[in-house]
């Protein structure tokens, strides 16, 4: 079965500092991941995905994303934060044989202080 | 071009009635996801429609809850006799298919169980 974990439910840091969101997920088979993110008041918004290509992922507003099977990893990176990168960000997991369905990992509340 | 549209964004019920969230999906995309997304569960998988199939209903918490897609676009998710724990929003996403398809998600629908 799929799972996804997130380390760290909430996580601050300040402007212009390195942004890195942990995400750890379980999978039988070779996996498709996603990192998504959450406005408040808003749906989910795609930032990045990786099915099997290149391992490093570079997604929109900056955000890359490195798969490591060896880890079973696939954290989040920003270089820089910006005061508009607050908003929560979920890890997601989905497997071809369940229908691409997304399991979701509970999600992390970035803080960036000015 | 337009993305996933849900209806109503807010809606406030009765313990005991029905209610109906209806979702707009992404005009040509053959899946179709439910999700919910509360407090204390974060964000679960409902029920998925691909094509003509079957749909996938393993998520549906309870026979309280249904859902159709008519004519391989539009959908509603209907809960019965609604409780307080069904307060949560439910979010609707579609996606082109295939193995890869990138699930692209609506604004979603507060509902609030009285």
């Known amino acids: 079965a799929q799972s996804v974990t997130q380390l760290g439910s909430h996580v601050s840091v300040s402007e212009g500092a390195l942004v890195l969101l942990r995400c750890n997920y379980s999978?039988?088979?070779?996996?498709?991941l996603f990192w998504y993110v959450q406005y408040p008041n808003q749906g989910l918004q795609l930032l990045l995905k990786?099915?099997?290509?290149?391992?490093l992922v570079k997604g929109i507003n900056g955000f890359e994303a490195e798969f490591k099977k060896s880890e079973t990893s696939f954290h989040l990176t920003k270089p820089s934060a910006h005061m508009s990168d607050a908003a929560e960000y979920f890890c997601?997991?989905?497997?071809?044989?369940?229908?691409?369905?997304?399991?979701f990992g509970a999600g992390t509340i970035l803080r960036v202080k000015s | 071009g337009a993305g996933v549209s849900q209806s109503p964004s807010n809606k406030v019920t009765e313990k005991g009635k029905d209610v109906e969230l209806r979702c707009d999906p992404i005009?040509?995309?053959?899946?179709l996801y439910w999700y919910r997304q509360s407090l204390g569960q974060g964000l679960e998988f409902l029920i998925y429609?691909?094509?003509?199939?079957?749909?996938?209903k393993s998520g549906l918490p309870s026979d309280r809850f249904s859902a159709e897609r008519t004519g391989g676009s539009v959908s509603t998710l209907t809960i019965q006799r609604t409780q307080q724990e069904d307060s949560a929003v439910y979010l609707c996403?579609?996606?082109?298919?295939?193995?890869?398809?990138?699930?692209?998600f609506g604004p979603g629908t507060r509902l609030t169980v009285l």
């Open positions: 005009s040509g995309h053959t899946a």
């Open positions: 997601a997991v989905s497997e071809p044989e369940y229908g691409n369905k997304l399991v």
């Open positions: 996403a579609s996606s082109p298919g295939g193995e890869r398809g990138t699930q692209y």
């Open positions: 429609f691909q094509g003509n199939s079957a749909p996938d």
């Open positions: 990786y099915t099997s290509a290149a391992t």
């Open positions: 999978s039988s088979v070779p996996p498709y």
